[in-house]
T-cell receptor, first 115, second 114 residues
Framework: GESVGLHLPTLSVQEGDNSIINCAYS??????FIWYKQESGKGPQFIID?????DKRQGQRVTVLLNKTVKHLSLQIAATQPGDSAVYFC??????????????FGKGTHLIIQP | DSGVTQTPKHLITATGQRVTLRCSPR?????VYWYQQSLDQGLQFLIQ???????AKGNILERFSAQQFPDLHSELNLSSLELGDSALYFC?????????????FGPGTRLTVT
């Protein structure tokens, strides 16, 4: 079946640098995308979302980019901090119906912050 | 703290047994989702309830069932447990059943089947 996947399982960056986490999706019917952060021992936490009618959305220190042509999603974290260490998941759904209303998650990328 | 509570935090049981996981959604949220997180399958959507009624099904096994009660708390029942059912089980809640409303995740229940 179609699923959302991630390119890299682990990403190591220096504190203060910018981080870019990538995600590829294959379901062309998906129209809503979310990034979640999961810290050790905790449940996923919403970071930012984007709908398919947008290419870019910015939050506090985070930016999500959506390229529908190549079905690619990325999360940019500016000035990475130790507290950003976590596993990051992209997720997708079809808000317009046609599928289950649960989210389809990628495998996750473990972001490691080097001091 | 997301406002979603799950009990128990940890559960260890033997193959063939049955367990019940409990979830209380955030105050005001009518929709509850159940997800399974395992090392090999990642996070997978199992089932969704909205205001007491089943709304959507994902990759939920026939040995698993769920329900949402009038007070909106939900229970996930897992029966005839197998070693492969060992995983983290998350509950999430949202105010609206549409997938483009933010889902708030609980801390999870870690199930170990021995």
């Amino acid at each position: 079946g179609e699923s959302v996947g991630l390119h890299l399982p682990t990403l190591s960056v220096q504190e203060g640098d910018n981080s870019i986490i990538n995600c590829a999706y294959s379901n062309s019917a998906s129209d809503y995308f979310i990034w979640y952060k999961q810290e050790s021992g905790k449940g996923p936490q919403f970071i930012i979302d984007i709908r398919s009618n947008m290419d870019k959305r910015q939050g506090q220190r985070v930016t999500v980019l959506l390229n529908k042509t190549v079905k690619h999603l990325s999360l940019q974290i500016a000035a990475t901090q130790p507290g950003d260490s976590a596993v990051y998941f992209c997720a997708e759904s079809q808000s317009s119906g046609g599928g289950a209303d649960g989210l389809t998650f990628g495998k996750g990328t473990h972001l490691i912050i080097q001091p | 703290d997301s406002g979603v509570t799950q009990t128990p935090k940890h559960l260890i049981t033997a193959t063939g047994q049955r367990v019940t996981l409990r979830c209380s959604p955030r105050s005001g949220d009518l929709s509850v989702y159940w997800y399974q997180q395992s090392l090999d399958q990642g996070l997978q959507f199992l089932i969704q309830y909205y205001n007491g009624e089943e709304r959507a099904k994902g990759n939920i096994l026939e040995r698993f069932s769920a329900q949402q009660f009038p007070d909106l708390h939900s229970e996930l029942n897992l029966s005839s447990l197998e070693l492969g059912d060992s995983a983290l089980y998350f509950c999430a809640s949202s105010v609206d059943p549409s997938p483009d409303y933010e889902q708030y995740f609980g801390p999870g229940t870690r199930l170990t089947v021995t």
